[in-house]
């Protein structure tokens, strides 16, 4: 699946990433219910590392459509809450 992370690029990761990164995903998910700000950032943070460790870097002349897109590092929770999905920002 190609991803993108706003701001940064798009990387390509395999769909057996996805039950480790749907943890991240669910703990955001309960910080920003939760009003928690720093909690929400910590685990935005870890959820985007992951992205970057588990992903393989596509060129950046790449135009691939993305699949999934990601919120940037230092976007707030406001701005994620407008991205989310019913199941948060990654699907599954």
């Known amino acids: 699946m190609i991803v993108r992370i706003m701001g940064e690029g798009q ?3 395999a769909d057996s990433h996805f039950a480790e990164l749907n943890k991240l995903d669910d703990e955001l ?13 910590r685990t935005l943070g870890a959820l985007l590392d992951e992205v970057r ?4 870097p596509l060129p950046d002349d790449s135009l691939e ?23 948060g920002l990654i699907p599954g």
């Open 65 to 87: 459509p993305s699949e999934l897109i990601l919120p940037s590092p230092d976007a707030t929770l406001e701005e994620v809450r407008d991205m989310l999905r019913d199941d």
């Open 53 to 56: 460790r588990l992903g393989e």
């Open 11 to 13: 990387v390509e990761l």
């Open 29 to 41: 998910l309960a910080e920003m219910e939760s009003g928690d700000e720093d909690g929400f950032r």
